[in-house]
T-cell receptor, first 112, second 112 residues
Framework: RKEVEQDPGPFNVPEGATVAFNCTYS??????FFWYRQDCRKEPKLLMS???SGNEDGRFTAQLNRASQYISLLIRDSKLSDSATYLC?????????????FGKGTLLTVNP | NAGVTQTPKFRILKIGQSMTLQCTQD?????MYWYRQDPGMGLKLIYY???????DKGEVPNGYNVSRSTTEDFPLRLELAAPSQTSVYFC???????????FGQGTRLTVV
């Protein structure tokens, strides 16, 4: 089983749509969770951390379900500028706590 | 506000050649990382460092070497380049193991 698995995508949605991305992780000892955004031919950048209680940043909402080892990202009122690849990222705990494990990413295209 | 700077941005190598990818950060971060990203794949950790003088292998270290003589610099050395090393290489840094990782703009390497 892959360590971090994401919806394969791609997602094509119209402006204003709501879109949700899902991610599962295999290591139950994982400690920290993030969503990164990567524009085409650019470096990844942190979009938001994911907290156990869930968290929201404007149009973006992240949820964590530790029991199911599941992370989600919801984007409301999609904008053209949201078009990018969204990377689910998990940090393990203990001896490997340096390690950030990246999912393959889900490509989102928002159409006018 | 430089952040993480990588050079070169692009490079074509012939099989068997060697080169060093440079990475420097001005944020006084302890942790530095080298990742490679192949098309359609997640980022894979090559090497990482938790401070000057300390380095360790990641998931895919074969064919690479690193050094960390200063806090700022973390060069990646490719010896005897092979076509399998064609990839985009990202250097990243973070203040600690759990914090946000800041990425350089990447080096696109082609081995022919």
């Amino acid at each position: 089983r892959k360590e971090v698995e994401q919806d394969p995508g791609p997602f094509n949605v119209p402006e204003g749509a709501t879109v949700a991305f899902n991610c599962t992780y295999s290591n139950s000892a994982s400690q920290s969770f993030f969503w990164y955004r990567q524009d085409c031919r650019k470096e990844p950048k942190l979009l938001m951390s994911v907290y156990s209680s869930g968290n929201e940043d404007g149009r973006f909402t992240a949820q964590l379900n530790r029991a199911s080892q599941y992370i989600s990202l919801l984007i409301r009122d999609s904008k053209l500028s949201d078009s990018a690849t969204y990377l689910c990222v998990v940090r393990e705990s203990g001896g490997s706590n340096y390690k950030l494990t990246f999912g393959k990413g889900t490509l989102l295209t928002v159409n006018p | 506000n430089a952040g993480v700077t990588q050079t070169p941005k692009f490079r074509i190598l012939k099989i068997g050649q060697s080169m060093t990818l440079q990475c420097t950060q001005d944020m006084n971060h302890n942790y530095m990382y080298w990742y490679r990203q192949d098309p359609g794949m997640g980022l894979k950790l090559i090497y990482y460092s938790v401070g000057a003088g300390i380095t360790d292998k990641g998931e895919v270290p074969n064919g690479y070497n690193v050094s960390r003589s200063t806090t700022e610099d973390f060069p990646l050395r490719l010896e005897l380049a092979a076509p399998s090393q064609t990839s985009v290489y990202f250097c990243a840094s973070s203040y600690d193991a759990g914090g946000e990782a800041f990425f350089g703009q990447g080096t696109r390497l082609t081995v022919v």
